[in-house]
């Protein structure tokens, strides 16, 4: 069965530091890969995505993700925490377009002042 | 572009009471999913929309949900009746048809007590 995996529930970073959020997933098929973000009480919001083309994928609000196909893996990052990065982090991944999306777990990303 | 827009934003129900939920999608988005987000767990999809068909519904309890989309725009969700464990967040999320990304709206906090 396809999954995602994140690893790591919480991930805790001082302010000015790198951010590094994990995310592993299964598919023997080129897949769309999403990072989402949920701010608490609030909807996701999508952050950035990989559907075809450059493996670096550049974000809103400074994140970036790089495809690695060999790895199977789509790592979030950000070079600097700031404290309004402060939420829910979620990883998805879609096999291809007529499949339903497939979501990690989540990783609270905590900032440290 | 207006977003997608869910009401109530919160709920507080008895056990065995039933529930609505009202999700209008964005505009020219065929597409329309409901999901169920449980604390500290990644979105469960419940039941997936194309126009007003049902394209997936494997996940849905459909002793007690129920959800409808008449004329191909907004949708409702419905719980009856409720238990406990319904007590999540659900998230009414759009996308163009055969579209990758999907855009949330800010969810229903259901309470069940």
């Known amino acids: 069965a396809q999954s995602v995996t994140q690893l790591g529930s919480h991930v805790s970073v001082s302010e000015g530091a790198l951010v590094l959020l994990r995310c592993n997933y299964s598919s023997s098929v080129p897949p769309y890969l999403f990072w989402y973000v949920q701010y608490p009480n609030q909807g996701l919001q999508l952050l950035l995505k990989?559907?075809?083309?450059a493996t670096l994928v550049k974000g809103i609000n400074g994140f970036e993700a790089e495809f690695k196909k060999s790895e199977t893996s789509f790592h979030l990052t950000k070079p600097s925490a700031h404290m309004s990065d402060a939420a829910e982090y979620f990883c998805?991944?879609?096999?291809?377009?007529?499949?339903?999306?497939?979501w990690g777990a989540g990783t609270k990303l905590i900032i440290k002042p | 572009e207006a977003g997608v827009a869910q009401s109530p934003r919160y709920k507080i129900i008895e056990k065995r009471q039933s529930v609505a939920f009202w999700c209008n999608p964005i505009?020219?988005?065929?597409?329309l999913y409901w999901y169920q987000q449980i604390l500290g767990q990644g979105p469960k999809l419940l039941i997936q929309f194309q126009n007003n068909g049902v394209v997936d519904d494997s996940q849905l309890p459909k002793d007690r949900f129920s959800a409808e989309r008449l004329k191909g725009v907004d949708s409702t969700l419905k719980i009856q009746p409720a238990k406990l464990e319904d007590s999540a967040v659900y998230l009414c999320?759009?996308?163009?048809?055969?579209?990758?990304?999907?855009?949330f709206g800010p969810g229903t906090r259901l309470t069940v007590t």
């Open positions: 990989y559907t075809t083309g």
């Open positions: 999320a759009s996308s163009l048809a055969g579209g990758a990304e999907q855009y």
């Open positions: 998805a991944h879609k096999p291809d377009s007529n499949y339903q999306l497939i």
């Open positions: 505009s020219g988005h065929a597409t």
